[in-house]
Structure formats: C-alpha cells, structure tokens
C-alpha cells in the first residue's frame, strides 16, 4: 500500500477484524488448541506465520485470551513493521498479565496462570526461505497468500505435513467497489486489478492449487473488507490524517491509503486518462472528507489440512 506501512496496518486492524469469517476462526483456533469447547489446553504447537506485519493475529489472539502455548515464528521481509509488532505484542501481553521475557529478538509470552508459555521467534527474512528450512504444525498467512505464486503458497502450505494445517485468511479475490457508484469506477478498478498476478483472483487461484494438490480447503468462505462513514459529513475533519469521526477507528486512514495506492497504480498503468483520474480522486476523497464513501474488497478465508 501508499504510506506508512506501519500505519496501514495498524488502521486495518478493525476492518480486518470485522471481515474475518467465523468458521475459518473456528477451525484456526481448534486446530491451535484454544477454541471454544476446548477444555483442556492442547499439545504445544509450532506455528510459521509468513508475512506477519505488526503481529495483528497474534495480538487478536493475545487478547481474545486464546494465546496456544508452544513456538510461532513470526516472519515478514519488512524489518520495521516485524519490530514494531514485536514492540506492541510485548507491551500488550504486559498489560494483559502475561509474564513477559524479551531474549534477544525473541519473546517468551507466559500465562497469567503462568501454566503454559507460547515463544515467539521473529525472523526479517522471506518466508519462503524460513519455511524451506523446517516443518511446523501450521502455516499461517493473513492478507499474505494473494502475494505470492499460487505454487509458493502450496509448498508453504506443504511445511505443515504430514497431518498439520494452512490457514489463510483475508485473501483478496479480485473484487473492488467504492460506493456510491462512479462513472469512472469501471476504468479505474479494471485498470487496478490489471496491475495484479491474475487479475487479483489470488483466493480462487490459490485454492483451486490446493485442491488440485490433494489438500483442498476444509474451509473457503467469504470475508470481505467493508468500510462505511456515517456520511454526516458537516462535522467531518480531515479525514486523510485524523479519522475516527465520520468513520470508525482509524479506518478513514485505511480508506486514504486504499485511494492513494489505487491512484498510484492506476497512474503508473498508464491505462485511465489523467484527467478521468483526477476527478475520479477529487471526488472519491471528497466524499471520504464527509463521510460518504464507502469501500468493499472481495476477499477469501482458506482453511485446511495438509496430509
Ligand atoms: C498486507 S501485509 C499483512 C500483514 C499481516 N499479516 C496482517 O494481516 O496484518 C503483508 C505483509 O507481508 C510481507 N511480505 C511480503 N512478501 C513477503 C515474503 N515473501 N516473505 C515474508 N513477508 C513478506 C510484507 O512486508 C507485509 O508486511
């Protein structure tokens, strides 16, 4: 995305949340030994999570108080947002009463019960080469699967055999709205996803590589990012910078940066006109100024097993 990388994905946070579906959260979270109906806390699992970011998952997790106990192994090629979410796991699990011992570039996450521990190893590398390397019980890949070849994300997938686990959640799948509806926007999200691997049909791509590899999804089910203001735009503040008035969170942040990378690569494309280009962003941050442009992009959670 345009900006702030760290920025982005910490104003994503809440849409992410909101899209992630609940039967692909189930099997990850059973599959780790902390779902609900999980009495008893699971064996220790070895989990590899390629493209980490700011460690969202994993704080989702830390604060649903759904923390597994073993080793995750949080990889991302991006140095800066890999410690910026090692920063915000440690001070988070403080906070929620986790005995915390920060060795070297690892963390060591402690109950509160103080009966069962996760280690966290973060690892600035590609996780392609991190997962070449050993085996794990689970792959995980947030926002990540629609980066890579649809053959990367098998042998990703494959790290977890035999009888472990992949679970790719919000995997974009090719689709694009603003609303309200635009002349321009048929130009401009044609000429987006142009610039993507397949079209951006990464989820459909990647899972029909699974199936055909024997380790179809258990689960493929819809979670789209949706975003939308309150549209009473009279007391809306910048919303390029501030947020948090017309739209929840910092999810105004979120929509800035989902236009300017739009624009940034429609440009680059050279495929829509200049000036088509330009009124189509006037307007869009206009709208995203009062709190009336809403946005919804297609994405895919994949979950299943690896024989
Ligand atoms: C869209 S972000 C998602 C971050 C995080 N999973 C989340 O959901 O908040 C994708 C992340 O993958 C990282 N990335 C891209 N290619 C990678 C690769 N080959 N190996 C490891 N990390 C990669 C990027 O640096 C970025 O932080």
Same mark, same amino acid.
């Given at each position: 995305m345009e900006g702030d990388d760290v920025a982005y994905l910490e104003a994503a946070r809440t849409v992410d949340e909101r899209a992630h579906s609940d039967a692909a959260t189930r099997a990850f979270r059973a599959a780790l030994g902390v779902?609900?109906?999980?009495d008893a806390e699971g064996d220790p699992v070895c989990v590899l999570e390629a493209?980490?970011? *700011?460690?969202g998952l994993l704080r989702r997790l830390l604060a649903d108080g759904a923390l597994p106990a073993g080793e995750w192994v949080a990889v991302d090629t991006d140095e800066r947002v890999l410690s910026a979410g090692r920063d915000l796991l440690r001070e988070e699990a403080h906070a929620a009463g986790y005995g915390v011992d920060a060795g070297g570039v690892g963390l060591r996450l402690g109950s509160p019960d103080q009966e069962a521990a996760l280690r966290v190893r973060f690892e600035t590398r590609d996780a392609r080469d991190v997962a070449s390397e050993g085996t794990f019980d689970g792959v995980v890949g947030r926002s990540f699967a629609? =980066? =890579? @070849?649809p053959d990367d994300v098998l042998a990703l997938a494959r790290t @977890?055999?035999?009888d472990g686990w992949y679970h790719l959640p919000l *995997?974009?799948? #090719?689709e694009t709205r603003f609303e309200p509806?635009?002349?321009a926007d048929g130009a401009v999200v044609d000429a987006f996803h142009a610039t993507m691997r397949n079209r951006g049909r990464a989820a459909t791509r990647v899972a029909e590589t699974l199936r055909e590899a024997? *380790?179809?999804?258990a689960v493929d089910a819809r979670s789209d990012w949706t975003v939308r203001g309150?549209?009473?735009?009279?007391? @809306?503040?910048?919303? #390029?910078?501030?947020?948090g008035v017309v739209y929840p969170a910092d999810e105004a942040t979120f929509l800035r940066i989902v236009l300017d990378t739009v624009v940034a690569s429609v440009r680059d494309a050279g495929a829509v006109g200049d000036a088509t280009l330009s009124a189509w962003e006037t307007e869009r941050t206009e709208q995203l100024r009062r709190g009336e442009l809403g946005y919804v992009a297609g994405n895919r959670d994949l979950f299943g097993r690896v024989p």
């Open positions: 779902g609900e109906g999980v493209g980490a970011g *700011t460690c629609d =980066l =890579l @070849a @977890a055999a035999p *995997t974009f799948d #090719g509806s635009h002349p024997g *380790t179809p999804p309150r549209g009473d735009g009279d007391d @809306a503040r910048d919303a #390029g910078t501030s947020g």
